[in-house]
């Protein structure tokens, strides 16, 4: 019939976010959800790094309300520095990366949907050395969706 059904979504973005904390949260985006049995959809648009290390990992993950997704997992995306061509530890390379996914048991009202970084664990270094969002636009979007089938 030509009626587009109202969609509940949010972008947020930051020009030249320029992000060098190594961990903890590097911005959050507020949004509020209307129903209690849908699922938030999140993406994160931008470039992020790990750099100057060997067998080092660095992991990039979404917060809602300062907690991580449990149902069904952990919305996250890892960037690894294994072995450094000729033993040369000065690598840093900055590409654009995306990743996103979905998250459910997220209840009615406002919600802070937050973009944070950290150590991998998993016998990687830890406190290597991160970046996010170097000379570019930065990106975390936001959709509530119907619940899965």
Known sequence: SGIVPQRNWKQCSWKL???GRDKGLIKDCHFVKKADNTALKVEFDGDF?????????KRWFFTFNGAECSKPNAIDAVHVIYDSYQNNKDINIHRHSQFGGYCERI????????????DCGHGYRSGSDA???HISTSRILIEEVPPPQ
């Open 107 to 118: 209840g009615k009202g406002a919600v802070r949907v937050g973009l944070a970084v950290g």
């Open 17 to 19: 976010l320029n992000d």
């Open 131 to 133: 970046f996010t969002g």
């Open 49 to 57: 790094r790990v750099a100057y290390c060997e067998r080092c990992c």
